[in-house]
């Protein structure tokens, strides 16, 4: 673990200029800076001073968290192939019900169609890539051709159709795949 380097981090997140910090911990701004470029160590008793300050216990400050990942690729994602729907389901976030939207990559074939939704909080955003789909909405039909894309809000039933089949980007949020 570089500590000099995750002290800067943590003080820059917090908006602290090196002087601030230096004061607040009544250290000097060259022992500080010494520290970030790892030029000097601290001492526990200096580390947990610092450490107090930036809002921080030494166990939070020596937990190693697992790198987050940001990239999915198609070894990453999820199928789902509905046969009687005509449609298949391609998440391309995994795991996205955890999270605050769910982007999934939606294909209908000529006829398909999604499994009807009853009204839920929440709203949803598509973009079509190919063919056209008709965006069912209560009583109301509305179509989106390829490079157009749609909103909602989801307080009515919704599902999608598609006549020559279509694929498209859909992000539900919250998540409701």
């Given amino acids: 673990m570089n500590i000099g380097e995750k002290i800067r981090e943590q003080r820059i997140l917090r908006g602290l200029t090196q002087e601030e910090l230096a004061s607040r911990t009544e250290l000097s701004k060259g022992f500080i800076s010494q520290l970030e470029r790892n030029l000097t160590s ?9 450490l107090q300050c930036l809002g921080m216990t030494l166990g939070e400050f020596f937990q190693d968290e697992p790198e987050e ?12 192939n509905d046969a009687e ?13 955890k999270h605050g939207m769910e982007p999934i990559l939606l294909r209908l074939a000529p006829g398909g169609s ?14 079509v890539f190919r063919g056209s789909v008709d965006i069912h909405l209560g009583s109301r039909v509305y179509r989106a051709k390829k490079g157009e894309s749609f909103y909602f809000v989801s307080d009515r039933r919704h599902y999608l159709t598609s ?15």
């Fill in 163 to 177: 006549r020559q089949g279509a694929e498209i980007l859909w992000i539900s949020s919250p998540p409701s795949f």
């Fill in 42 to 50: 601290p001492s526990i008793a200096t580390l947990t001073d610092i």
């Fill in 69 to 80: 990942q940001v990239v999915f690729r198609g070894t990453d994602y999820f199928e789902k």
């Fill in 85 to 97: 729907l005509g449609s298949k389901v391609t998440w391309i976030i995994p795991n996205a019900q």
């Fill in 114 to 127: 999604t499994c009807p939704d009853h009204p839920h909080e929440g709203e949803e955003f598509g973009y």
